[in-house]
């Protein structure tokens, strides 16, 4: 998802499973339709169900919590949630790995892509969590070879690509470790353990925007005027400072 010769940069923190991702569609495509074609956009996934998370002891009664979780969230994002979720996403890695292969299909693909691997989540119920039910959801898409994707989702240079995402995620910029703004998703970095030398990565979704006149970072649940303000900052003119965005 790129723009020809475009000053402007922006890396998308997300993952196919994350409601808040889910709740921020419509937000992003006005942005990026705002922005136009002279912007550099591209998706970073960053893994929120890791293959190496421990499973829940009691499937159903995770299933039911997490539900709870996502009907609240959808209270602050207005998004669609399913009636019933028959279990949580046992790894975001399947689908991950088809949105990344998609990408070289075209931005219309990958749109695609990975708006019906989250409804399988968010309208279905079903998280598509295993590459078969990655396959299973794909089929019929317009424009989509499931089993074609399918094999190129298995190849070492997109396992390689979400793997680099996933370390790119487990990196973020100091501003996001700095956050105290007040909200129930302020997007300030998670930590990956009990230490603060475990680590930390960003939260879902981020964005990060690159430009002549520097960085701007809008992290967590926002609204589409602090993404706007954040893209002309990077933009510039090139004296302008993005200090004031450095907290968001």
Same mark, same amino acid.
């Given at each position: 998802?790129?723009?020809?010769?475009?000053?402007?940069?922006?890396?998308?923190?997300?993952?196919?499973?994350?409601?808040?991702?889910?709740?921020?569609?419509?937000?992003?495509?006005?942005?990026?339709t705002a922005l136009g074609d002279q912007v550099r956009w591209r998706r970073v996934y960053?893994?929120?169900?890791?293959?190496?998370?421990?499973?829940?002891?009691?499937?159903?009664?995770?299933?039911?919590?997490?539900?709870?979780?996502?009907?609240?969230?959808?209270?602050?994002?207005?998004?669609?949630?399913?009636?019933?979720?028959?279990?949580?996403?046992?790894?975001?890695?399947?689908?991950?790995?088809?949105?990344?292969?998609?990408?070289?299909?075209?931005?219309?693909?990958?749109?695609?892509?990975?708006?019906?691997?989250?409804?399988?989540?968010?309208?279905?119920?079903?998280?598509?969590? =295993?590459?078969?039910?990655? +396959?299973?959801?794909?089929? $019929?898409?317009?424009?989509?070879?499931?089993?074609?994707? %399918?094999? @190129? #989702?298995?190849?070492?240079?997109?396992?390689?690509?979400?793997?680099?995402?996933?370390?790119?995620?487990?990196?973020?910029?100091?501003?996001?470790?700095?956050?105290?703004?007040?909200?129930?998703?302020?997007?300030?970095?998670?930590?990956?353990?009990?230490?603060?030398?475990?680590?930390?990565?960003?939260?879902?979704?981020?964005?990060?925007? =690159?430009?002549?006149?520097? +960085?701007?970072?809008?992290? $967590?649940?926002?609204?589409?005027?602090?993404?706007?303000? %954040?893209? @002309? #900052?990077?933009?510039?003119?090139?004296?302008?400072?993005?200090?004031?965005?450095?907290?968001?």
């Amino acid at each position: 998802m790129t723009g020809a010769d475009s000053s402007l940069a922006v890396a998308e923190f997300t993952d196919p499973a994350c409601p808040w991702a889910w709740g921020s569609e419509p937000k992003f495509e006005q942005l990026r339709t705002a922005l136009g074609d002279q912007v550099r956009w591209r998706r970073v996934y960053g893994i929120l169900f890791d293959d190496c998370d421990e499973p829940a002891p009691d499937p159903a009664a995770e299933a039911a919590w997490y539900h709870r979780e996502l009907l609240e969230i959808s209270t602050h994002t207005a998004a669609p949630c399913p009636a019933h979720l028959k279990w949580v996403a046992a790894s975001s890695w399947p689908a991950s790995l088809a949105c990344k292969a998609a990408e070289v299909q075209g931005t219309d693909i990958a749109d695609a892509v990975l708006r019906r691997l989250r409804e399988t989540t968010f309208l279905d119920g079903e998280p598509a969590d =295993t590459p078969e039910r990655v +396959r299973r959801a794909l089929e $019929g898409l317009p424009g989509v070879d499931a089993s074609e994707l %399918a094999r @190129a #989702a298995a190849s070492p240079e997109v396992l390689e690509a979400v793997r680099r995402d996933w370390a790119e995620t487990r990196s973020p910029c100091a501003e996001v470790r700095e956050i105290t703004t007040p909200g129930r998703h302020n997007g300030r970095a998670k930590p990956l353990g009990e230490m603060p030398e475990d680590g930390y990565r960003y939260a879902l979704p981020t964005l990060v925007f =690159t430009g002549p006149a520097g +960085r701007a970072v809008v992290p $967590g649940w926002r609204p589409l005027s602090e993404y706007l303000d %954040a893209a @002309a #900052a990077a933009r510039g003119p090139a004296e302008s400072r993005v200090s004031s965005h450095k907290t968001l």
